[in-house]
């Protein structure tokens, strides 16, 4: 039997609700040109609630056929209909409307969300109001993009760039955030004119068969956006090696990244990989030690460690090494589980049973490899929900950079504890990974902030703060966290290829076998 954690009936009496089975499950469809239709397949996929364990959806296990079905659809409304001419003023318009359906359903989409992959409501509730934002952002973008005159350098020319939209693009996403992910993919690409097929994750795929709703709502036509549900192997492969897809755009793990880039650089398709971290939060003696905590905390722990950008390797000067874990394993002795339905929980559950396993390994690679386990380690039972995913907030002490566990995403409340000397020092152990997606400096020097801004090879480096991320401002990896960016104008201009118009301004061009 299904068993919910929160209603996930829309509230807006426009949404139709998803229909459900016999035994009370969600039963839940692709989204192809506009409607809602059959799989090819005859395969289920069970989404399960974190929390209660108990499956309350089922998502269809998508074919490479469904996947040919999306492709078509879209290259469709690529080439032809309302939307292959529709003017940049038109598409901002669309987007605009859908970040005001976003907005009005937020607390119905945070909801969603949450039965789906067990998120805290406090954090999805924010995370849902501010997704319009990326529907406003890029909406104004629509029409301010434009291309420029070229000071030719030939006689008679005039040369002129454009942007063209890129074509079809394949969205690929993990399970962790699915909604705000899907839009940093989706609010550029429409603004920029492309159509879209997306993949959610195999884990947590019904948030997004319910925001299409919206889409449809909002008024883009049928084929702009498409949803195929299914395995990575299956589904995702076929969309990557699909000939009518141009543009990939994926969030994920480094193994799948590498995977989809080899494909992908096999077809010259273009791709933007958003990839894994193993993230330096780096404190100096000279910091706002309460700050600093908070910092570390919120760095780690909040989403139970399961985002791209945890702080998972805390940097700590010799001088604060010991005070300053002291503080920290007080900070989190008493946090609070419970259903991340109730406001007042502090921590969620782990959101998958893979994932759950993977971070239970990691504890016992970290102390095989000789790190010191000072808090936390192991599954946390909570009261009413004998088979939630909780894992207790974990830090390991005297951790080298050479251990797996300073090495290895392990997206989890895992926190690995190293120590520093000086700045090179710090820069040095912090730089010393294959990753490069974020990093965070705690100082009360400006000359250090900026300096270690400098020196760390991360795509976001943070002073003072942790996990700040806008719409406005773009984000991405270096090294084995990714390639291209999302958020600001850069993201939008992901989307779109340059154009060089020549015009001749002569009345009679030369002839081409007389030497000029
Ligand atoms: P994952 O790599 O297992 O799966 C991500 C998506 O890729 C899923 O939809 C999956 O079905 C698909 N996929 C897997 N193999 C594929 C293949 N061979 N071809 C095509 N598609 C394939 O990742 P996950 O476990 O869902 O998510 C966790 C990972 O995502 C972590 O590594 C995390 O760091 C990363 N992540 C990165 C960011 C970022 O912005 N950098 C944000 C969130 C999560």
């Known amino acids: 039997m299904s068993a919910l954690l929160v209603d996930v009936t829309p509230t807006d009496s426009r949404l139709a609700p998803t229909p459900r089975a016999e035994d ?4 839940y469809r692709q989204y192809i040109d506009g409607a809602f239709v059959d799989s090819d397949g005859e395969g289920w996929i069970d989404s399960d609630n974190p929390v209660t364990g108990t499956v309350w959806a089922r ?54 969300e949450l039965q789906d992959n067990g998120k805290l409501i406090a954090e999805l509730s924010m995370q849902m109001r501010y997704m319009a934002q990326y529907y406003y952002y890029y909406g104004g973008l629509a029409d301010k993009v434009g291309g420029s005159v070229i000071p030719s350098d030939k006689p008679g020319i005039f040369n002129f760039t454009t942007y063209a939209p890129c074509g079809v693009v394949a969205c690929i996403m993990p399970w962790n955030s699915p909604l705000p992910l899907t839009s940093l993919k989706l609010a550029p690409a429409l603004a920029a004119g492309a159509t879209v097929v997306l993949k959610p994750s195999e884990f947590t795929s019904a948030s997004l068969l319910e925001f299409v709703k919206l889409v449809e709502l909002a008024g883009f036509p049928p084929g702009v956006v498409n949803v195929v549900t299914g395995r990575g192997a299956v589904t995702g492969d076929a969309l990557v090696c699909h000939p009518g897809i141009q543009r990939i755009a994926v969030t994920g793990g480094p193994e799948a990244g590498r995977i989809i880039a080899e494909k992908a650089a096999r077809h010259m398709k273009r791709v933007t990989l958003e990839l894994g971290g193993k993230s330096p939060n780096i404190v100096f003696a000279d910091a706002d030690m309460d700050q600093a905590v908070k910092g570390a905390v919120a760095g780690i ?12 390797r805390l940097l700590l000067q010799d001088s604060i090494h010991d005070a300053f874990l002291e503080r920290l394993v007080d900070f989190i002795r008493d946090v ?33 490899d000789g790190a010191r386990l000072v808090a936390g380690g192991k599954p946390r039972a909570v009261p009413g929900f004998p088979n939630g995913l909780f894992f207790e907030p974990t830090i390991f002490a005297d951790v080298t950079n050479d251990m797996r566990i300073a090495r290895e995403e392990v997206f989890g409340p895992v926190l690995s504890v190293l120590r520093f000397r000086d700045e090179e020092d710090a820069i040095r152990i912090a730089n010393d990974t294959e990753f490069g997606l974020a990093a965070g400096v705690w100082t009360e020097s400006l000359r250090r902030g900026i300096l270690m801004s400098e020196r760390l090879r991360a795509g976001t480096v943070w002073v003072n703060n942790y996990r700040s991320t806008s719409t406005t401002s773009p984000f991405g990896g270096f090294g084995m966290s990714g390639v291209g960016r999302e958020g ?3 993201g939008m201009m992901e989307y779109l290829e340059t154009k060089s118009v020549w015009i001749s301004t002569t009345a009679e061009i030369p002839n081409p076998f007389v030497r000029r």
Do not use: H
């Not at 009370?24 to 039963?27: I, L, R």
């Not at 929980?345 to 759950?356: D, E, K, L, V, Y």
């Open 488 to 490: 600001g104008i850069a």
């Open 24 to 27: 009370g499950c969600f039963v």
């Open 301 to 312: 722990f909040a989403a139970s460690g399961q985002t791209c950008v945890a702080g998972s």
């Open 59 to 112: 998502v269809p296990d998508g074919t490479a056929s469904d996947v040919d079905r999306a492709v078509r659809a879209a290259t469709a409304a690529f080439t032809t209909g309302p939307w292959a001419t529709m003017r940049p003023t038109a598409r901002g318009a669309l987007l605009r409307r859908l970040g005001d359906l976003i907005e009005q359903n937020a607390d119905w989409l945070a909801r969603v």
């Open 336 to 368: 609070r589980f419970g259903s991340p339905a109730d406001p007042a929980t502090q921590i969620a559950p782990i959101s998958t049973r893979p994932q759950f396993e993977k971070v239970r390994s990691y504890v016992d690679i970290a102390q095989q």
